[in-house]
């Protein structure tokens, strides 16, 4: 608390600092929280779709009536084999249907996202000594011997972390309004919700967790 109140007199004083390591460290293991987290509305909203193929009488649907088969599906231990148990039932129930071409392009979608979900749940963090404001911290490919002086080809750094998750984001959207076309239901958000936002400057990054406005 006192580190974010220093923070905000620093800026109320029109003076512009760096980011320091401290505060980079926060951001880093913050967004890296916030993009694992993310991830997790992912695997909610795939299984709200694998849930609606089992629908008897889908104009009546309710995710209640089909509880047993969420716990099913969050039994299955790994999302590869979450993907295929959705796409088996996807499969079964609307592959003659014009919702298959949408659902092939997200499961393309979703496989190149949850190699970047894996890195960063399952690889470890490093610090570079003398690094530069934005590249002090990074997730980096599994190494007997990481280098501590240099950056290791395929690093994540906070910026990389923050737009990965603004990607999760947007394909979760993607999900759910491909659920809602399934079940008929207009959608709350509009396609354009489906890109990916730019990450914001290291400084906004910061700004936005210690709540400097």
Not at 74 to 79: L, R, S, T, V
Request: with cysteine.
């Amino acid at each position: 608390m006192e580190q974010a109140k220093a923070y905000s007199r620093t800026l109320e004083k029109g003076i512009a600092m760096p980011v320091s390591i401290q505060q980079e460290h926060v951001a880093f293991y913050h967004e890296l929280g916030l993009a694992i987290t993310q991830w997790a509305h992912v695997e909610r909203t795939l299984c709200d779709i694998a849930t609606f193929c089992f629908a008897r009488d889908p104009a009546n649907f309710t995710l209640d009536q089909y509880s047993d088969h969420y716990d099913t599906f969050f039994a299955i231990e790994n999302f590869r084999s979450k993907v295929s148990y959705t796409d088996t039932v996807f499969q079964r129930r609307f592959s003659a249907t014009g919702h298959a071409a949408d659902w092939k392009a997200i499961l393309t979608s979703m496989a190149k996202r949850s190699r970047i979900r894996n890195a960063l749940a399952h690889n470890p963090a490093l610090g570079i000594y003398g690094a530069p404001e934005g590249r002090r911290y990074c997730i980096v490919p599994r190494s007997i011997e990481p280098s501590r002086s240099r950056y290791p080809e395929g690093a994540l750094f906070l910026q990389d972390i923050v737009r990965h998750r603004l990607k999760f984001f947007a394909l979760n959207i993607r999900l759910e309004r491909f659920y809602q076309r399934l079940r008929g239901m207009e959608s709350l958000h509009d396609a354009a919700s489906e890109q990916p936002r730019d990450p914001p400057p290291i400084q906004e990054i910061v700004d936005g967790i210690f709540n400097v406005s």
